[in-house]
């Protein structure tokens, strides 16, 4: 399927247009459809998505707050470049709150929610021998909603979407590496181990050295468009 045939697909209910406008941009920019530094012409997007520039409009202010737009002056908008610096920044953060939200699953959630977060795990794993970027992304959400629903802290699961919304653009970055992404699917199976036996400690470390191998990956992915 192409950009322009993913996007044009019509909203059928008035309802929520400005978020799902919203999700299927998230969506392009985290695949790389609309890679960094790609300027976003209203008219264009209005024409692929067929929504008015009104809700478009809006769709594009909240992307903007998430810090996936930037508004240039004389330029209009493009896709956010995430610097080196930037990347390192973000990862440092999502390390300490996934941490904070694996302890807080061991401690607090279901067997059901544990044996669906087993569940995704695999269906992770089937993305991996059949790559494919928005199947990734689709199955890595539902992972995270499980894990964060699981911890019963909205707060720390508003947070934590927030900071996935930033990485979404470095994640496909950091598992174009086959190496990285076999690694990464035995380490969510320790990680998921480690909460099925309500082990709070090691579920904390395996998930942070998980972020920090992720952080790794995709700095040095993005080192030399830097340099």
Known sequence: MTVNEDLSMRVQTLPGLREQVAERLR???ATGRFPAGARLIERELCEMMGVSRTSLREA???????GLITLQPNKGMSVSVVSESTARSIYEVRATLEGLAARLFARHASAEQIAALHQSVEQLAAVYDDFSAEAFIVAKTRFYDI???????EVAADMLRRIHT?????RVVSLASEERARKSIGELRDFVAALEARDEERAFAICVAHVEAAAEA??????PRDA
């Open 147 to 153: 894990l964060l629903e699981g911890g019963g802290n």
């Open 60 to 66: 594009l202010r909240e992307l903007q707050a998430d």
């Open 166 to 170: 930033r990485v979404s653009q470095l």
């Open 27 to 29: 969506m392009a920019i």
């Open 218 to 223: 995709a700095l040095k992915a993005i080192a």
